[in-house]
């Protein structure tokens, strides 16, 4: 009798040990709300990358004009309605964010844009945490200004908020108890290790605000002084105000159609035949007061890769170059066709030796060990 009693009793302990150990296995709920289309924000894409073993992951946008990124498994992708004008589009997608997010059983993650306050004023009870990306960046002065104000009064209403650098946040004047850094990372793209005796340089990113103009005035210029050097140039990237169409005339002027070609937008997932090719990156930020703290995510994406990168000489990018993986420049077209004629005469760059520089920075590596704890503060 006392035997069958300790047993019963050890087969009850070890069911419910079993128990508590699946419970412990399954996923936790993640919500991840970001205006930007899944796969368009290269931030939040490698979250979900990376966290999706570890968490179920819900993910709330709005539709893309263009072309939809395929989803990852794990990963639930909800679009709302691009059909309707911008301002209407945005209260939908606002509304339909706080009512699912007043349902939801597990973490809220948001990824700062305008009115996102709404949604923690709403449900002001519910644990969330707000990410900032990027403080205002438009040339006006009022309108940064004006946009920045908007974020910190934001970030009063959410319980926790991650940065992307302590620059930022030392700019923003909060309250380090309630912040945490979540810094900027990359993969390694390309794993092929480059031949530097024929160059190919690669620009990709937002031609917005960004004076690519003056790369290719810049290699026009070490053309003049080199006419038989072989460089290619590879542009990625799009913009609001006739950007393309200005650098193609640019381009054609120039008579560079042979050696520059411009791409316009390509998905991030499409990217990697490029940084296959190329073996020099072009991280060209112009040097404003509002740029200087805005960590580049392509500076991290070429070296990983490989590229030796030519860098403007903003804050972040001082913190990451050096002789090893890259040469910093001026915003002008001069400093970047010194860069050039630095490259052409010196063609000795290693590959691993320039991915060794940046290891710490993986996106797998910021996730485990950055965005896990702060996610566990909810």
Not at 1 to 16: F, I
Not at 54 to 73: A, F, R
Not at 361 to 368: M, P, S
Request: proline residues 3%; aromatic residues 12%; charged residues 25%.
């Amino acid at each position: 009798m006392v035997d069958a009693v300790d047993k019963d009793y050890k087969t009850t302990v070890k069911e419910s040990l079993q128990y508590l150990k699946n419970i412990y296995k399954m996923k936790q709920k993640l919500l991840i709300i970001n205006k930007d289309a899944f796969g368009y924000h290269v931030d939040t894409y490698k979250y979900c990358q990376y966290l999706r073993k570890k968490y179920d992951i819900t993910y709330i946008c709005i539709e893309p004009k263009e072309e939809k990124i395929e989803s990852l498994d794990g990963v639930k992708v909800i679009y709302t309605t691009n059909k309707p004008p911008l301002k209407l589009r945005a209260a939908i997608y606002i509304v339909y964010c706080t009512f699912f997010a007043l349902f939801y059983k597990g973490k809220i993650f948001v990824k700062f844009f305008l009115r996102s306050d709404f949604i923690k004023r709403m449900l002001f009870w519910k644990k969330m945490i707000l990410d900032i990306r990027t403080l205002g960046i438009v040339p006006i002065e009022e309108k940064r200004r004006e946009f920045d104000a908007r974020l910190i009064k934001t970030c009063n209403y959410y319980d926790h908020i991650s940065i992307i650098s302590e620059g930022v946040r030392d700019k923003m004047h909060i309250d380090n108890s309630k912040t945490s850094i979540l810094p900027l990372g990359a993969d390694v793209i390309s794993n092929i290790n480059k031949n530097f005796d024929q160059i190919n340089l690669l620009y990709v990113g937002t031609l917005n605000g960004r004076r690519i103009d003056d790369t290719i005035k810049g290699y026009k210029l070490f053309s003049e002084k080199y006419p038989d050097n072989k460089f290619t140039y590879d542009i990625i990237g799009n913009g609001n105000n006739n950007e393309l169409e200005k650098i193609s005339e640019l381009i054609g002027d120039f008579k560079l159609s042979d050696r520059i070609c411009l791409h316009g937008f390509i998905p991030n997932n499409k990217l990697k035949p490029f940084f296959d090719k190329c073996n020099v990156g072009v991280s060209y930020i112009p040097m404003t007061e509002y740029y200087d703290h805005q960590p580049p995510t392509k500076t991290y994406e070429y070296i990983l890769s490989g590229l030796f990168t030519i860098a403007t000489s903003t804050h972040c990018n001082k913190e990451v170059i050096n002789s090893i993986n890259g040469v910093l420049i001026e915003d002008n077209p001069e400093s970047f066709s010194q860069a050039l004629k630095y490259i052409y005469l010196n063609r000795n760059f290693d590959s691993n030796n320039i991915r060794n520089t940046l290891l710490e920075h993986t996106w797998k590596r910021i996730v485990n060990n950055k965005l896990i704890p702060i996610l566990e503060k909810i």
